[in-house]
């Protein structure tokens, strides 16, 4: 994770620059120590265990089912590294499109959504539930592959980096890359309510190409985040309980 570290450092000192930066924000801005909770128990502490899930998962079905490992043959790391980055990465595509398709399931993604500020920080906003779904169905194609894990290990810190810098609060012009990428512009439009179910990808864009979902347009400093809710919560504790409290309350409707 020593590659994630490092953007997430680059990240820090890029977001105060007044020449690249989208718009002014505080490096200790609203909610960073929510945005730091989220951190510290989603991905520090989620990261040792999904490796730990890719290993072991990779092992059984190799030794259950007697499937061949890619991690047995002989093949360069940099194409390990590729094949794992594209696994991974159409992984997290159809994790993220079952958050957006499912009601009870978007009441979890809604919290990464209520950012009301995108940057480097922003990407670890998500409820457990979101880290649980994502850690055991994003991996599936790395699992049955049974990929080396010195490249999965690779491939997930350039996710975790491509995404921080998805999220940032830069304004770079990167739309040569849109054709193969998702870009920090295309992601901020995925963070606008009205939108947010256009530009699902995490590192590649042709995911939604191929879905018609891809939206490219320029956003300036005025764009406002959110998931439509204005009075949604912004700590911890209270967004932790809200999707719970939302989904019993549409229950109750119900009967």
Do not use: C
Request: glycine letters at 4%; charged letters at 15%; zero cysteines.
């Amino acid at each position: 994770m020593i590659i994630a570290f490092l953007i997430a450092v680059l990240l820090m000192f890029w977001e105060r620059s007044s020449r690249w930066r989208l718009r002014a924000s505080a490096f200790f801005r609203r909610f960073f120590l929510t945005d730091i909770v989220y951190l510290l128990t989603g991905f520090v502490a989620g990261g040792t265990l999904a490796m730990e899930y890719i290993t072991h998962g990779s092992e059984w079905i190799g030794a259950t089912f007697n499937v061949p490992r890619f991690a047995a043959l002989d093949l360069p790391l940099w194409f390990s590294v590729i094949a794992a980055l594209f696994a991974l990465d159409a992984g997290n595509y159809i994790s993220h499109y079952l958050l957006h398709r499912y009601a009870w399931l978007w009441e979890f993604h809604k919290i990464h959504h209520s950012s009301p500020t995108l940057d480097w920080l922003a990407t670890f906003r998500s409820h457990i539930v979101e880290q649980i779904l994502r850690r055991v169905l994003a991996p599936i194609l790395l699992i049955l592959l049974g990929l080396p894990v010195e490249a999965v290990t690779i491939a997930g810190s350039i996710l975790i980096a491509w995404i921080m810098f998805t999220h940032s609060n830069l304004r770079v012009n990167l739309s040569f890359l849109e054709t193969v990428l998702i870009t920090p512009r295309l992601h901020r439009i995925h963070h606008i309510s009205d939108l947010s179910d256009k530009n699902l990808g995490s590192i590649f864009s042709f995911w939604d190409r191929l879905r018609g979902t891809l939206v490219a347009a320029e956003t300036d400093d005025k764009i406002q985040f959110g998931n439509g809710e204005a009075n949604y919560p912004q700590t911890w504790l209270p967004q932790f309980v809200e999707p719970f409290l939302s989904l019993k309350k549409s229950s109750n409707e119900h009967l």
